[in-house]
């Protein structure tokens, strides 16, 4: 396989009716955008049949990349791994659930054109109620204390510049704040809207502790980071 332009990464815990369906959405997408591309599947520790299905894919599609946790390490730790051996010069992330819509891609990678990172945007969730409010509480603190105006930090389909990913240290729960650290680093973020599809398959990892009590010290983490980030780019070696 030729290197890759697009690196696709997923994070995948316990998802074995997923990965095979996901799979399939996923090279449709990009066999049609005629560049070389890698789907790198990240196994967060699955207790499930979700590894043995995805070295069958793999075994059938020189596309895909496996890396394995010796344990159960969290979302941040899945995508920091999977920015680390990203062979692409543009980093696309999204969930294994089914939930991001593949088909979006073109629109995040369109928006690149004019942005350096960009960030999908649910206008139109499919989750519960609960749910539902406790993000919107969320990216309304994330907004306040940060000054942004991201709507859907939460959303994992995402497209950067591998540029933009260079320089960031991703900590623990650090995955929901992403367009803030790439925004630190000097680098233009954009909201795109995207399809939001309900969960067929599977459970939701999360729940309210995990989404919001446990987001609130990483805030002021953030809040920290932001005032006391080197903010430089270099224009030149002489």
Same mark, same amino acid.
């Given at each position: 396989m030729s290197n890759p332009f697009y690196s696709i990464i997923v994070p995948v815990y316990n998802e074995e009716e997923n990965v095979q369906i996901l799979t399939n959405e996923i090279v449709s997408v990009m066999e049609k955008l005629n560049k070389p591309y890698e789907i790198i599947y990240i196994d967060d520790g699955s207790k499930d049949k979700s590894l043995e299905i995805?070295?069958?894919?793999? #075994?059938?599609?020189?596309?895909?990349?496996i890396i394995v946790f010796e344990k159960n390490s969290g979302q941040s730790a899945a995508l920091d791994a999977g920015f680390r051996?990203?062979?692409g010069e543009v980093i696309i992330t999204m969930d294994a659930d089914l939930q991001n819509d593949p088909k979006d891609i073109?629109?995040?990678?369109?928006?690149?054109?004019?942005?350096?990172?960009a960030v999908g945007w649910r206008a139109t969730r499919k989750d #519960?109620?609960?749910?539902?409010?406790?993000?919107?509480l969320g990216n309304f603190f994330r907004n306040l204390f940060l000054g942004e105006r991201i709507h859907d930090t939460g959303c994992s389909l995402k497209a950067f510049?591998?540029?933009?990913?260079?320089r960031?240290?991703?900590?623990?729960?650090?995955?929901?704040?992403?367009p803030a650290l790439v925004?630190?680093?000097?680098?233009?973020?954009?909201?795109?809207?995207?399809?939001h599809r309900p969960r067929v398959y599977g459970k939701t990892k999360y729940g309210f502790f995990d989404r919001f009590l446990t987001a609130t010290p990483d805030l002021f983490?953030?809040?920290?980071?932001?005032?006391r980030v080197i903010p430089y780019r270099i224009k030149e070696e002489i």
């Open positions: 995805m070295k069958k894919l793999k #075994s059938e599609n020189p596309q895909i990349r051996k990203a062979k073109p629109l995040l990678l369109d928006a690149l054109k004019e942005a350096d990172a #519960s109620i609960k749910k539902k409010i406790t993000s919107r510049k591998k540029e933009t990913i260079g960031l240290k991703l900590f623990k729960g650090m995955h929901r704040f992403l925004t630190m680093e000097g680098y233009k973020v954009v909201e795109v809207k995207v399809n983490a953030v809040i920290w980071m932001k005032r």
